[in-house]
């Protein structure tokens, strides 16, 4: 039986996220990345009311999931998979030794410059829950949004222009439909940020990376990345292409993972997981109080599946 990592996207960031960190050495260059990249203190930043805008939340993201890691490899065996949600696919890619801690924070604060400087005005996202894929893809077309994530049969992120989606939101509604706003303001992973798509792609493009050492699957199809073309097309074209989560979720189940740890803040990944794959041994290093239980999980976790 295998690990894999989670590393969450944008929505669960709050004040505490980095307080396993303190004072961990291993978490300090990432830390102190994050800290150049924002121009303040990762703690102050997390606090902050600001911490939802993009240019604070993509940074803050990839420092957590990392510095989570760095702080609990020398305690883990190694993964087998990665998988990283929206902004969680960079933390992944560096995770997997695609690039170093400094590389990454920088591609975080460019990523969502390019996505903020594409987005219209008014914009944003929200979950749908409740509609299978045909209806809300008709919903969709009709109302001019797009399907952003699709995280299970009947559990989906859209994205749009806030008219547009307050329009759907209405019609979704009638069809008993679940309408949940999302603290983000740009409709990522939609056609809306096809030019960030492209303006990012160059950016990785001159950027220091490497193959992955571990596998990390695509958010846009499921697939493992193999090599610099696939890395830095994959990372790119999520900007503005469906998160395909439910299929990243069955990748990793089939691919023989078993033991599922997200880092980072929040539990979203890890509820989803064990919501479809219940015979999982899964769990978010939020969950614990001290990053000790996690690790001490992940190996009884894991003796507990052999």
């Given at each position: 039986m295998s690990l894999a990592l989670l590393c969450p996207g944008q929505g669960a960031q709050h004040p505490a996220m980095f307080d396993r960190l303190r004072d961990v050495p291993a978490a300090h260059d990432v830390l102190e990345a994050c800290r150049r990249v924002l121009g303040r203190d990762p703690f102050e930043a997390a606090a902050a009311d600001d911490r939802f805008d993009n240019a604070q939340a993509q940074p803050?993201?990839?420092?957590?999931?990392?510095?989570?890691?760095?702080?609990?490899?020398?305690?883990?065996?190694?993964?087998?998979?990665?998988?990283?949600?929206?902004?969680g696919e960079l933390a992944a890619h560096c995770i997997a030794g695609s690039m170093g801690p400094g590389t990454c924070l920088a591609l975080a604060a460019q990523r969502a410059q390019r996505m903020d400087n594409a987005s219209p005005r008014h914009a944003?996202?929200?979950?749908?829950?409740?509609?299978?894929?045909?209806?809300?893809?008709?919903?969709?077309?009709?109302?001019?949004?797009?399907?952003?994530?699709?995280?299970?049969?009947?559990?989906?992120?859209?994205?749009?222009?806030?008219?547009?989606?307050?329009?759907?939101?209405?019609?979704?509604?009638?069809?008993?439909?679940e309408i949940r706003p999302l603290p983000v303001h740009v409709p990522a992973h939609t056609p809306l940020l096809a030019s960030a798509a492209d303006s990012y792609a160059r950016v990785l493009a001159q950027a220091p990376l490497q193959v992955p050492r571990v596998a990390v699957l695509a958010g846009i199809d499921a697939r493992p990345v193999r090599d610099h073309a696939a890395l830095v097309h994959t990372l790119s074209a999520q900007l503005a292409q469906t998160i395909e989560w439910a299929q990243v979720m069955r990748q990793l189940f089939e691919r023989g993972a078993r033991v599922f740890l997200q880092l980072g803040p929040g539990t979203a990944l890890a509820r989803m997981v064990a919501a479809d794959y219940p015979c999982c041994e899964v769990r978010a290093v939020e969950e614990f109080q001290h990053l000790d239980g996690a690790a001490n999980w992940v190996h009884n976790a894991l003796d507990r599946l052999q």
């Open positions: 803050l993201l990839c420092a957590a999931s990392v510095g989570h890691w760095l702080a609990l490899r020398e305690r883990l065996p190694t993964p087998t998979l990665i998988a990283g949600y929206s902004i944003g996202m929200q979950a749908i829950l409740g509609l299978q894929r045909p209806p809300l893809e008709a919903l969709c077309q009709t109302h001019g949004v797009y399907i952003a994530i699709a995280n299970g049969q009947d559990h989906f992120i859209v994205g749009g222009t806030l008219e547009r989606l307050l329009a759907m939101a209405d019609a979704a509604r009638a069809l008993r439909a």
